[in-house]
């Protein structure tokens, strides 16, 4: 009897095993693709998601309901983030590129107003950015940053779909991909 009921404690082991490697393996590869064009899981953005609006540091609103229906690139960032602060230039160079199929991008500053607008005065940029502060925080985890990092980028097709998401700091491939990939249809 007792070498029965070990047994099955090894066979419960085993499987429990199994199943967490599983399962460990499945989010790996998640993880792994996230950058990838299409491997988001295809959520669509609702209602909520397009009435959002930030001021912008050079005065104004902006207004995500205006970007609804257009190809765009969401890049969460902060001016005390190196990484985010690297990516900036290489975003603006991809949204002049970009700009005649009508990709918009936007910056989604995560930092205090008077730093943003200090920044970008010495390093401006060509695209819209919103001072999102503690709101673009709750909005990133919202939009699938579970922890909280930046910089975090998201692309999204015309129709409101999420395409593709990266954590971290966006590379020239990450942008090619995403520049070749069918945003329009």
Do not use: Y
């Amino acid at each position: 009897m007792a070498q029965g009921s070990q047994r099955r404690r090894w066979l419960f082991a085993g499987v429990a095993t199994a199943a967490a490697a599983a399962g460990l393996g499945g989010a790996w590869w998640q993880q792994g693709r996230q950058g990838e064009p299409g491997a988001s899981g295809g959520e669509r953005l609702g209602p909520e998601f397009w009435a959002q609006r930030f001021d912008r540091p050079e005065g104004g609103e902006l207004a995500l309901a205006s970007l609804q229906g257009r190809p765009l690139l969401i890049n969460f960032w902060a001016t005390w983030c190196p990484p985010c602060v690297e990516e900036l230039p290489m975003l603006d160079r991809f949204f002049v590129a970009q700009g005649e199929r009508g990709v918009q991008v936007i910056g989604l500053a995560v930092d205090q107003p008077s730093a943003v607008r200090k920044f970008l005065a010495r390093a401006p940029v060509a695209f819209a950015n919103g001072m999102a502060g503690m709101q673009g925080t709750d909005l990133a985890r919202q939009l699938g940053n579970a922890a909280g990092g930046l910089p975090f980028t998201l692309m999204i097709h015309r129709s409101g779909q999420v395409l593709a998401r990266k954590m971290g700091k966006l590379e020239a491939a990450d942008l090619q991909a995403w520049g070749r990939a069918e945003f329009h249809g």
